[in-house]
Each structure stands twice: as structure tokens, then as C-alpha cells.
């Protein structure tokens, strides 16, 4: 029984994709997945947002590392290049998405879900609902006091 493998199309080539996680990319590869450069891939795996899977000779990467990249390159497109927030969404949702792309079947509506998750934890965090309490309350307070001096004179 032959196993059918698919392709991801890219503006540079094609590069075939294994959901089960048998396929490895080199970072050639994978620039040429994203349109982006060797550098830009090195430099993600630097970052902590990708690691390689197999050490030995050429770095390797799995899927996993292609859907995370591609998440990011979209997610910094919207936020900005130069923000740190693209990284920590996607490192943020690294394990849900090792996690996917190890199973038989990789549905896109998944990885967005994780990714959305991610979102939802990265930019909401205690540090910024602490943040914003203590200035809405402090604006709150401010709207009562003014309807109250409002209703003395």
C-alpha cells in the first residue's frame, strides 16, 4: 500500500509534507516554504521559536517548525516585524502544535485554534489585566467623583 504524500506550493518550488512527522525540512527548505531567507530561519531558531529535530550533519526540522514559522511570518505581518508579541504567540502555542502536526491528520482549523488560544494568553495576561486594573479603576473613580461634584454645586 503506497502512502500518498502532499505538497505545500510555494512561490520558489514545492516541498513535500509528511502530517505523520516521518519528513524532515532543512532550513533551505523551509526558507523556501515561507519565501523567506536561510538567515530568517536561523535566525527563528536562535530566537527559541523553532529548534531542530535531528542534530547530526544538517540541521533538521519537522513539521511542526514549517507550521510555526508560517504562523509567524503571518502573525508578524499584522503585528509588525519588528514586535516581540508574533514570537511569544507562537512559543506560546509550540506544544499544541508539536502536538498536531505529530498526529495522522493536520486540520488547519486546529493549529488556529491553538494559535487563537495563544493569543488569548499571551495578550491577557495577569500582567496586563494587573496593568489596566488600577487605571480603570482609577478612571472609574474619577467619572464618580465628577458626578458627584456635578450634583453638590
Known sequence: MDKATSTLATGGGTVPLDPVGSRVYTREQL??????SESWVRDQDRAGVISPTHTKGRLQYNLAALMKLS???????QLGSASPVPGRIVKQASEK???LCARPDLYPVDCAAALSAAIEETIWSPEVRASLLEPLSAARSSVRLARLNGRTS
Open 31 to 36: 526558507a523556501l516554504a515561507l519565501g523567506e
Open 71 to 77: 504562523a509567524l511570518k503571518i502573525l508578524k505581518r
Open 97 to 99: 502544535i508539536e502536538s
